[in-house]
């Protein structure tokens, strides 16, 4: 460990952990939370933590609180997260669209298990993909990743918080109890390595300012409370300001905005995994630990003389479009396992156009797939 609490070198961490880890290393200094399986050992390890690198850690009565307090935390300045599962997850919509209306950078883990209700608080499941982009009401964009090692969890913990800044938006690290409870080798640089983005701040004088007045690229610069700006931060829809217009004028104008700076911000934000596309018959689409399963069947089909690709979905939102729209004319099927009845796969479908093939390989969760049965589907879409 450094002077100044970063932890250097090799470990060997859960992915639980290793996210805590990425979420110091981007300069996280306030967490709230309530305990939740199998995300606790996120809570855990920042409570640990933070007091070694002069942060704060508060368990909340619920994480509808946890969520509100992360909020505040990132407009006092700091930057904040909270980590959470199923039912959790669900108790926060409201807050999260909150963030996206008050354009507050933070960062949300979903540890995902196997649901409805309580499940199996336990196991594995990736059902909170479609919830992840269509949780909270109404009309935003949504920046969620999904890691697929304790090392990934580590980086991708990192690049949340860096887009969270940039865009100033919620992000969420979408995982599940595969990846959280994994544990392997997680390299931690020294910080010089790592690449921080830092919150924009205004540089108009302080009388000035504008809180939700946009750049060029449609994000607006960030001060804090205590700087000594003048804000009104409300989640009602509001002027550059931040004071409530209620005119079919404002809305149009404002919704626009928080949709468009994800949506032509995407070339910047997608995170993509591609292994031999060219020239592929079939290409698994997948994403987690689905599709680190994936590749024991991708590897047998190889062998039995199959054309077959990789699409890791490292960035589930915003969805990839273009990028599975160009594939589909040149492939006969996409194969998309997921721990799920089926969520992603019908942004697949729909992108792919009737292009290609889509075919589902589900899973219900509280076990990964069994790898025979995603090759079973490789070679139903190579035929």
């Not at 996210?19 to 606790?40: D, K, L, V």
């Not at 946890?66 to 997850?89: C, D, E, Q, R, Y």
């Not at 640089?189 to 921080?196: G, K, L, S």
Request: proline share 6%; hydrophobic share 40%.
């Amino acid at each position: 460990m450094s002077r100044d609490g970063q932890l250097v070198g090799e470990f060997f961490m859960n992915g639980d952990v290793a996210s805590a880890e990425g979420a110091i290393c981007a300069g996280c200094r306030f967490f709230a939370g309530y305990p939740i399986t199998p995300a606790t050992e996120v809570a855990e390890r920042m409570a640990e933590r933070l007091p070694e690198v002069g942060g704060t850690f508060i368990q909340m009565e619920d994480e509808i609180a946890s969520m509100a307090a992360i909020l505040g935390g990132s407009w006092g300045g700091v930057k904040s997260m909270t980590s959470t599962s199923g039912p959790g997850f669900s108790l926060m919509m409201e807050n999260l669209g909150l963030g996206a209306m008050t354009e507050t950078p933070c960062v949300v883990v979903n540890i995902q298990r196997a649901g409805p209700s309580t499940g199996l608080p336990t196991l594995t499941q990736q059902g909170d993909m479609m919830q992840a982009r269509w949780g909270s009401h109404g009309l935003y964009g949504t920046i969620a990743i999904a890691p697929s090692s304790p090392q990934e969890m580590f980086e991708l913990t990192i690049t949340a918080f860096n887009l969270s800044e940039k865009y100033r938006t919620p992000v969420l690290i979408m995982s599940d109890e595969s990846v959280g409870h994994m544990s392997e080798k997680v390299v931690i640089p020294p910080m010089e390595q790592i690449e921080i983005f830092p919150r924009r701040k205004p540089t108009v004088p302080v009388d000035e300012y504008l809180p939700f007045k946009a750049d060029a690229d449609l994000v607006p610069p960030m001060g804090n409370a205590g700087e000594g700006y003048r804000f009104h931060v409300t989640g009602l829809t509001h002027d550059e300001r931040g004071y409530p217009d209620m005119t079919a004028e404002a809305q149009d104008k404002l919704v626009r905005r928080l949709l468009d700076k994800i949506e032509l911000n995407k070339d910047d934000i997608i995170i993509l995994e591609e292994d031999g596309i060219d020239g592929a018959e079939v290409v698994v689409c997948s994403y987690g630990i689905s599709a680190r399963v994936a590749l024991l069947a991708v590897k047998a089909a190889r062998e039995e003389g199959i054309k077959v690709g990789i699409l890791r979905l490292v960035t589930v939102w915003p969805f990839p479009d273009q990028k599975i729209k160009e594939i589909a004319k040149k492939i006969r099927a996409f194969v998309v396992p997921e721990l799920n009845a089926g969520q992603v796969v019908l942004e697949v479908e729909r992108c792919a156009g009737g292009a290609a093939e889509t075919i589902l390989v589900p899973h219900m969760g509280g076990a990964v797939h069994d790898p025979d049965v995603i090759l079973e589907a490789i070679r139903k879409g190579s035929k």
